[in-house]
């Protein structure tokens, strides 16, 4: 394969590489819309969304990968697209229309994800004020059942007849 063959199949792979990217970012802003309906509940599922905090983290590092083998295939091929734009003007647009897409998801989820992030400062905030509930009751119960008792002693008590 010549030269030209191969940095056509580069740029192929590059537009791959951006109808990828924008799939995974479809899918996680599907997965930050969910955790988004978690963190709306009045109580939630602290298992389902440690589940979505995984499944975010692979898609992250998928989208890492895809970056990564899109930067390496355009360093490889950027002197022949600059030096010959016509040849490979509908590739360029192709990615130019997919790299608006991307960056309008990006915004997106960055969006919600900033909701999301307020959220559960909150959710945090309300769990952190039933702990500290739970304690001071737990507390204030210890400190009753000791001072009653120490009230039921036979000198203290109103009702007690030693006559009998």
């Known amino acids: 394969m010549d030269n030209q063959g191969q940095d056509r199949v580069y740029v192929t792979m590059m537009v ?3 109808k990828k990217k924008e799939k995974v970012l479809n899918r996680l802003l599907s997965i930050t819309e969910k955790q988004r309906d ?3 509940e009045e109580k939630m599922d602290a298992d389902a969304f440690d589940g979505l905090l995984m499944e975010k983290e692979r898609a992250i590092v998928e989208l890492n990968e895809l970056d990564g083998g899109f930067d390496g295939l355009f360093k490889l091929v950027k002197k022949q697209i ?3 734009r016509e040849q490979y003007r509908e590739e360029i647009q192709q990615m130019q229309q997919l790299i608006a897409v991307l960056s ?4 997106s989820i960055r969006s919600l994800e900033s909701q999301n992030n307020e959220r559960f400062k909150k959710f945090l905030g309300r769990e952190k004020d039933m702990i500290r509930n739970y304690h001071i009751n737990n507390r204030t119960a210890t400190t009753y059942y000791q001072n ?5 002693r036979k000198e203290n008590s109103y009702f007690f007849n030693e006559k009998k």
């Open 16 to 18: 791959d590489s951006l």
């Open 38 to 40: 978690l963190l709306k």
């Open 82 to 84: 600059e030096s010959d």
């Open 104 to 107: 309008e998801l990006d915004v």
């Open 148 to 152: 009653m008792a120490n009230v039921h």
